[in-house]
């Protein structure tokens, strides 16, 4: 099994930048694609960024530029910083991994973006 536990969301006006942190506990050995999904409100479920063990990251179209993901696989963590925030990115975000074929979840972190 693997747990994992989000950090850093809040409430930040338009234009600001705020960082997510995602650390992973448990069996985190073979973890190979780890990334953040987010959930806008009466909106499903959508893949931000996503990056795997060796760096290979990719990212949804609506943060291109915006938004850098980076992982520290000593520290089994996985970073989202996010830049120039705009309204739209106001979403519940959720970490993910995945290891041998199984998905893992955060418990979802709250990003607000007041205009």
């Known amino acids: 099994q693997v747990q994992l536990v989000e950090s850093g969301g809040g409430l930040m006006q338009a234009g600001g930048s705020l960082r997510l942190s995602c650390a992973a506990s448990g069996s985190t050995f073979s973890i190979n694609t780890m990334g953040w999904y987010r959930q806008p409100p009466g909106k499903q479920r959508e893949l931000v960024a996503g990056?795997?063990?060796?760096?290979?990251?990719n990212y949804a179209d609506s943060v291109k530029g915006r938004f850098t993901i980076s992982r520290d696989n000593a520290k089994n963590t996985v970073y989202l910083h996010m830049n120039s925030l705009k309204p739209e990115d106001t979403a519940v975000y959720y970490c993910?991994?995945?290891?041998?074929?199984?998905?893992?979840w955060g418990q979802g972190t709250q990003v607000t973006v007041s205009s």
């Open positions: 990056i795997t063990r060796g760096g290979s990251t």
């Open positions: 993910h991994a995945q290891r041998i074929r199984t998905d893992y």
